[in-house]
């Protein structure tokens, strides 16, 4: 299969009309331009319209055909291994029937590019504040919602239709089925903090606090292995380590930004960052780090 | 009759401070390990199969050289590590069950923490992992060799208890501060 396969069918279904913004994909589903440069996903100019795709001189040698949700302001949802059989809907899970049941008569639905997900697109107004209150991505399920706001992602499409419906705006009605769906889904589950262990107005110094970290590290395995871990670099866990790394700092030794940042900046793992991770979290004024600082505090 | 009396007394005293709460007919002697750090030698390695899953499995016996180290906080909040006494010459067991990729990246993570005369460069190379008949010889170099392995014990939903054995790298028991 390649993106001419893929265009084949998209241009069976209501894809084309919808307004949508391409770009192609390699086979490791890396987003490139129609020119062969790489795609950058918060560059919406880098997508196009379906009809330019055709300007692309190389085609055949592309696997297949992606879409920006933030060019094409679309909402996406994925549902990672819900078919057992590819591209078989007698085989969906019970989790993908009860989806498909909410949306297979009012959004486009279509087997994703290994046959074994369901990828949804509609549109409908931007929900508020959802991460406070909802995942973007929940592991427990395999499941994922993209809306157009500040995300830049980019999902492949595959033709492979299960429901061809137009990609409409949603009114009030049907964003209630999006709603009973992300309830259902992707409520975040809220955390309870040691508030014993943490105290949100800190008095303790960073010396005093690193001891803490220390005792921590001594008896807690997984801890020490990622506060000692070689930062990966791309493409691996990085994220996640970081991620795991400030939330247990968050709720093990101090709430306190700045001391959290200090502490996380002097561990081994931080220090072996590669360059380009260590710009990215400077970047902005350490932009990345507020982004996770605020999901660990909620 | 002095005698038997004095027997019977010092045996209901004795009798009297013992707390038979948990003994029963399965009781043993054996204590488990608590929770450190244990320097140790590595006493025979083996290669089977796994009783309970039939997967090619690889058995450690390590002895303990030392006494081990716990980890606790003095009065100024600094985590010390202290000697935990009588615990030299026990011994420790570890099973690798080569079940998946996964399971045997975790077992080469862990034979390349024994280190040779170089200081930071594992022993044994990565080659030394490729294919069975190589394997064998690599795990017969082992023995002799020492390492530090972490004893922790983690609390199941259940309440149950599950005890974890972990190979130390000597570059991270330097960074912990163990006694090297």
């Given at each position: 299969m390649n993106a001419i396969d893929t265009i084949d069918r998209i241009t069976n279904t209501n894809l084309i009309f919808s307004d949508l913004k391409y770009c192609m994909v390699d086979k490791n589903k890396k987003p490139y331009k129609i020119n062969g440069e790489m795609a950058k996903p918060?560059?919406?100019?880098?997508f196009v319209p379906f009809?330019?795709?055709?300007?692309?001189?190389?085609?055949?040698?592309?696997a297949g055909i992606g879409v920006s949700i933030q060019a094409s302001q679309i909402c996406a949802i994925d549902v990672d291994?819900?078919?057992?059989?590819?591209?078989?809907?007698?085989?969906?899970?019970e989790i993908a029937k009860s989806i498909l049941n909410k949306f297979d008569k009012i959004a486009y639905c279509e087997f994703s590019f290994s046959g074994t997900g369901l990828r949804i697109l509609f549109r409908q107004p931007i929900i508020e504040n959802y991460i406070d209150k909802y995942y973007i991505k929940n592991k427990n399920y395999g499941i994922e919602f993209y809306q157009p706001?500040?995300?830049?992602r980019y999902v492949t499409v595959t033709g492979n239709v299960i429901a061809n419906n137009y990609i409409q705006m949603f009114d009030d009605n049907l964003t209630n089925i999006t709603f009973e769906f992300l309830n259902t889904y992707m409520l975040r589950q809220h955390k309870k903090k040691n508030e014993t262990v943490a105290e949100k107005i800190e008095n303790r110094s960073f010396e005093d606090l690193m001891k803490i970290v220390k005792f921590k590290y001594l008896t807690n395995v997984k801890f020490q292995d990622v506060w000692y871990s070689?930062?990966?670099?791309?493409?691996?866990d990085e994220s996640e380590r970081d991620f795991y790394l400030l939330s247990y700092l968050y709720e093990n030794?101090?709430?306190d930004k700045d001391l959290i940042k200090q502490i996380f900046e002097s561990s081994p793992y931080f220090k072996s960052k590669d360059y380009k991770h260590i710009c990215k979290w400077n970047n902005q004024n350490f932009r990345y780090y507020n982004y996770i600082y605020n999901i660990i505090k909620k | 009759m002095a005698i038997e009396k004095s027997l019977y007394s010092q045996l209901d005293d004795l009798l009297k401070q013992t707390?038979?709460?948990?003994?029963?007919?399965?009781?043993?002697?054996y204590s488990e390990l608590p929770d450190g750090y244990y320097n140790c030698e590595v006493d025979k390695t083996d290669l089977k199969l796994s009783k309970t899953s039939g997967n090619p499995m690889v058995s450690f016996q390590f002895t303990i050289t030392e006494d081990g180290y716990s980890v606790e906080v003095d009065e100024k909040q600094n985590a010390t590590l202290i000697p935990i006494k009588k615990t030299k010459n026990r011994k420790i067991f570890i099973n690798y069950v080569l079940k998946n990729d996964t399971s045997v990246k975790r077992f080469v993570t862990d034979m390349l923490k024994f280190e040779g005369e170089?200081?930071?460069?594992?022993?044994?190379?990565?080659?030394?992992?490729?294919t069975s008949e190589v394997l064998e010889d690599a795990l017969d170099l082992l023995i002799g060799q020492r390492i530090y392995v972490q004893v922790s014990t983690t609390v199941n939903k259940d309440d149950t208890k599950s005890t974890w054995n972990n190979l130390i790298s000597w570059k991270r028991a330097a960074a912990l501060e163990l006694p090297m």
């Open positions: 918060n560059c919406i100019d880098d009809e330019d795709l055709f300007l692309c001189t190389d085609l055949d040698s592309y291994h819900c078919f057992s059989v590819a591209n078989d809907i007698s085989s969906a899970t706001t500040d995300s830049y070689q930062a990966p670099g791309s493409g691996k030794i101090t709430q | 707390d038979l709460t948990d003994v029963s007919a399965e009781s043993t002697n170089t200081p930071g460069e594992s022993l044994l190379p990565k080659e030394a992992f490729t």
